[in-house]
C-alpha cells in the first residue's frame, strides 16, 4: 500500500502518509530487496531449490537497510512504531535464511 500510494485508504494520518512519502530511492529499494527476496525465497524452499539461501541473504540485507533506515536516518513517527512487529519481522527472516542453510546442507535442497 505504500508503494500504490493508497494509504488514506487505510486509515492513515497525513503525518503517517508523509513519512511514507518521503522515503529515499535507497531506502524504497532496500525494502523491495527485503520484501521480494523473502518471497521468492519461500517459493524456492517451497519447490526444494538450494537458490532459497541465497534469495533469503537477499532479503536480509533489504531488512539490514531498511531498519537502517528506520532506526538512524528517519524520524518514524511514535503512531508508526510498532517493536514487537520489528522483531517478529527480524526473527522470521533470520529463520528462514537459517532454515534454508541448514537444509541446504542436509542434502534437502536441490
Avoid at 500500500?1 to 508523509?18: K, N, R, Y
Avoid at 527476496?37 to 537477499?58: E, M, N, T
Avoid at 524520524?75 to 512487529?85: V, W
Amino acid at each position: 500500500m505504500t508503494q500504490t500510494g493508497s494509504l488514506a485508504e487505510l486509515g492513515m494520518t497525513p503525518e503517517q502518509i508523509g513519512y511514507f512519502d518521503t522515503f529515499p530511492a535507497w531506502a524504497d529499494a532496500a525494502w523491495a530487496l527485503g520484501v521480494w527476496g523473502a518471497l521468492l525465497g519461500s517459493i524456492l524452499l517451497l519447490l526444494r531449490r538450494k537458490l532459497a539461501f541465497a534469495a533469503f541473504a537477499v532479503a536480509t540485507v533489504g531488512l539490514i537497510a531498511t531498519t537502517y533506515f528506520e532506526l538512524v536516518v528517519s524520524q518514524i513517527p511514535d503512531s508508526l512504531q510498532n517493536p514487537l512487529l520489528m522483531a517478529a519481522i527480524w526473527i522470521s527472516t533470520l529463520f528462514s535464511l537459517w532454515y534454508s542453510r541448514w537444509m541446504s546442507a542436509a542434502g534437502v535442497l536441490r
